[in-house]
């Protein structure tokens, strides 16, 4: 209780016997004149006031929660949850790749992930199987469309704009078939596409991946897409579509076409 | 005597006043004595409760790298029934193809047999056969077994990789 609070609750509250006190002072008041009582009065202590009852704050500190993520009832975040494994069921072969939902029906993949096949298999990342409707590619880059029949679990944003040289990356997906995986990097900078595949340039990172990564989700720290992984080097750089590629075929409603079937 | 009064006076207010602050002080000392043990009593259930949160953080991290292992050996499996059928599909076509080889080298077995009979008819004088006939299926013969040795090749080429 600050100094002046007291002094008020003093000056507020009189009880009976401070009446007592008063006579007394007013009595030597007339002795000494008026003028300096007020003073001496202000500086008599007084009997306590009400008592406080409530000393305990009515709305407690609340501490921020630490934990990051929008978190599912199972306790997978978004990133995890968006990824999806897939089984190219070709004629006489077997593939496998990822991909990552756009959309509730909507995922992304590569080109090369879902072509030639037979049979294209989506499973989630707590293994549930997902009935594909249908499959497109893109001609221009290494893209493809897969529609699913059911809802997929999570999809992320796509980010507004590339990302630039230094900027964080996160690779979320199942290299070399295996189980689901998040990696992490940095983006190292622009190149013209190695093999071919894309029209333009695409994105070069130090996140490691592996075959089967092809179709990963690159997330950046807010994790929204700033592209999908299609390729790696022997020195270990992955290699994306970026987002505005993405983005550009996503708007453009012939880029993609159905895959043809493998022919036995 | 209006001074002795006035002191009299203020010497009881005094006593009073210190009386009842005093006894406010106690008053405050039994809250806050209060206040300490919930505030201890909470700190531990506090910290009971972070262990709690813990563990069950522990157990969640557990539950989920099961669920990713699970989710990795259902897709593995998966693959391998994919693989499997696969495999099945191709032996069948295997097998087809194997039969229809061998149909083709038994009805190459068969004509080249008539043949036989007819030349040995033909050299015995059992019997007399057109010769442009005799030689048309001869023709004959050769054909269907040149195409049954050809996908016999064919099959064991397969069959070889």
């Not at chain 1, 497109?136 to 999809?155: C, F, H, N, Q, W």
């Not at chain 2, 038994?106 to 006939?133: K, R, S, W």
Request: hydrophobic share 40%; charged share 20%.
């Amino acid at each position: 209780m600050s100094t002046a609070s007291r002094d008020a609750r003093r000056r507020r509250v009189r009880g009976p016997s401070g009446t007592t006190g008063a006579v007394g002072l007013l009595a030597a008041s007339l002795l000494v004149g008026c003028a300096p009582v007020q003073g001496v009065l202000d500086e008599v202590p007084q009997m306590p006031g009400p008592r406080v009852t409530d000393l305990v704050p009515s709305e407690a500190p609340m501490t921020a929660p630490t934990g990051t993520g929008i978190l599912s009832p199972d306790g997978f975040d978004a990133v995890q949850r968006m990824a999806v494994r897939i089984r190219n069921v070709g004629c006489g072969t077997l593939t496998t790749g990822s991909g990552f939902a756009i959309d509730a029906t909507v995922l992304i993949t590569n080109r090369h992930v879902v072509e030639q096949s037979d049979e294209v298999q989506v499973s989630t990342y707590d293994g549930r199987d997902i009935d594909v409707a249908t499959a497109s590619t893109a001609a221009l880059a290494d893209l493809a469309i897969v529609r699913t029949v059911e809802d997929l679990p999570s999809y992320p944003v796509l980010a507004d704009a590339d990302p630039v040289r230094g900027d964080a990356v996160t690779v979320v997906g199942y290299p070399q078939g295996g189980a689901l995986t998040v990696t992490s990097g940095t983006v190292i900078g622009e190149t013209t596409d190695p093999i071919n595949e894309n029209l333009g340039q695409v994105l070069v990172t130090d996140a490691p991946v592996e075959p089967g990564s092809s179709g990963s989700a690159a997330l950046d720290e807010e994790g929204r897409v700033i592209g999908v992984v299609y390729a790696k080097n022997a020195a270990g750089q992955s290699f994306l579509v970026p987002v505005s590629t993405l983005r550009r075929l996503l708007d453009d409603t012939v880029a993609f076409t159905p895959t043809q079937a493998c022919e036995p | 005597m209006v001074l002795a009064l006035a002191l009299a006076a203020s010497t009881v207010h005094l006593y009073r006043t210190s009386t009842a602050w005093e006894a406010r002080a106690g008053a405050y000392l039994q809250d806050a004595r209060g206040l300490g043990e919930d505030l201890a009593s909470t700190r531990a259930a506090l910290a009971g409760t972070e262990s709690e949160l813990e563990a069950v953080r522990a157990q969640l991290a557990t539950a989920q790298g099961r669920i990713v292992e699970l989710a990795d050996e259902k897709a593995q499996i998966g693959d391998d029934r994919e693989v499997q059928r696969q495999l099945v599909d191709y032996q069948e076509r295997v097998s087809d193809a194997a039969g229809q080889v061998a149909l083709a080298l038994d009805q190459c077995v068969q004509g080249q047999g008539e043949l036989i009979g007819y030349l040995e008819n033909t050299v015995t004088g059992v019997a007399q056969y057109d010769p442009l006939e005799l030689e048309r299926f001869r023709t004959d013969v050769d054909e269907l077994c040149q195409t049954a040795t050809e996908a016999n090749i064919a099959l064991q080429r397969e069959l070889s990789r």
